[in-house]
């Protein structure tokens, strides 16, 4: 296959938007609007919207999760800790996805994935719950195979693995552990294939580090938030994300060539 990518191929692209949000509380008040940043990136190639509500409400709030998910024509993944409070939440406005992420209210960012191993009590009963209703539940997980395996014990269809180490040994330029790294999301990816899972991920990606991310063919979604708001400074939104989408197809598209 050469050329454009096709339908089989197509790597989905879900753009979270919790930063314009952040943007936004610095200075109270309505603007910037993450649903008008959902719209706008809806407009330039994106499959889908993220945000992430946090206990302390510190980007995205209630009320912008239910206009994201009333106003919106692309599927909303919530991000969120695995609470009682937040699993409520979720079956109230009931989302497309729901992706359970750890939670510490003193991280600046999520700092690692869920350790699913060794939450199985906690975990298992609220994503029968939400499975159940009718949300796609997805485990946000460190590149792990006993992770996955677990994640595919409790009845999760979804992993999203962290890219987060990769990332930063790129951006640090140390060379054999971004290989290192890489590797594992690849060995991952195919684990997740093999137990039936979906397989996304996320976390750090930026135009420099995406390529070989989205070349791994198990892979069927990336969520990037932080890259792309921080781009829209300077470019615009809509020419981030494009900009993403062409460079994720572009490395999709060698699949199969």
Known sequence: MTGATTQ???LRLGVNIDHVATLRNARGGDTPSPLRAARMAADAGADGITAHLREDRRHIRDGDIARLKDEISLPLNLEMAATDEMVAIALEHLP???????????ELTTEGGLDAAGQVAHLAPRIATLVDAGIRVSLFIDPDPDQLRTAHQMGAPVVELHTGAYCDAA???REDQREAELQRIVEAAAVAGELGLECHAG???CFETVAPVAAIPNLVELNIGHFLIGEAVFTGLEAAVAEMRRRMDAARAGIGS
Do not use: F, I, T
């Open 203 to 205: 976390h750090g990606l």
């Open 8 to 10: 089989e191929h197509k």
């Open 171 to 173: 951006q640090n330029q």
């Open 96 to 106: 497309h996805a729901c992706c359970l992420v750890p939670e510490k209210r003193e």
